[in-house]
């Protein structure tokens, strides 16, 4: 959309209610009680997060989608704690209202739910982020639980969970036909061992609904369809930074052209010394 044509944005009540200190994953439970829909962005930096929070978003996710948007991988596998700690960090001290959220990598929490708490205790003691996403569904109920009773607020992630990407074999839309079931139990599952809210992944705009209409928790969506109470986007995708974006992604910006712009008239005025000029001098 031309931004001309934008609607100026508008801050969410989420954002309304919270003003003035951090949003909450109550003010979420709220929210959802209200059917108030809401948006949530990826961040990977404090100067983005710093736009974003200004903009009223009310959560940003730290995403293990860092590994490609930001390290370069071609999928999520790769990265570790260590790489997403420091962004984390930087997302946190950028931000002053938005509940920041930090993915627990693949192979950080898989393996027990000791090892889910020791991952997600350095997110929230060396960051400070507020909660951690983890990927799957009755695999992981015995990390969700005791995360969610050491204190650690869980949001969980079900359909496409690219951190399975090679048992998928490939990027594809999950839960149709049967599979569906199996998402809507391990939804519930999860419901109940304490999660606060639920990523949808890629799954159909009819199972989404049934999901998020049978939870007291908030459901995110990302390739699932307008029920769902909240919508994620990573934000390269959504700013028009990423060449070939899926199908679910609506582009709100063009920062890829206007970035090439900006390079090559920078990079024209150097070589012909058009830059610096007087202004930009000191005496
Ligand atoms: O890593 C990520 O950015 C995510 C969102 C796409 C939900 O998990």
Known sequence: MPSSTMPPPTPTS????????R???RDLAAAKERHEKWPMLTAYDAMTARVFDEAG????LVGDSAAMVVYGYDSTIPVTVDDLLPLTAGVVRGSSRALVVADLP???????????????????KEAGAHAVKLEGGHRVLPQVEALVSAGVPVMGHLGLTPQSVNVFGGYRVQGRGESGEELMKDAKDLERAGAF???LECVPAE??????TSLSIPTIGIGAGPATDAQVLVWQDLMGLTPHPARFVKRYGDLGADLDRAARAFAADVVSGAFPAQEHTYR
Not at 57 to 60: I, R, S
């Open 14 to 21: 989420l954002y309304g209610g919270a003003a003035g200190r």
């Open 57 to 60: 978003v009310p959560v940003l």
């Open 23 to 25: 949003v909450t994953v």
């Open 106 to 124: 693949f192979g950080s929490y898989q393996a027990s739910p000791a090892q889910a708490l020791e991952s997600a205790a350095r997110f929230l």
């Open 207 to 212: 199972l989404a609904e049934r999901v998020t």
């Open 197 to 199: 809210a639920l990523v």
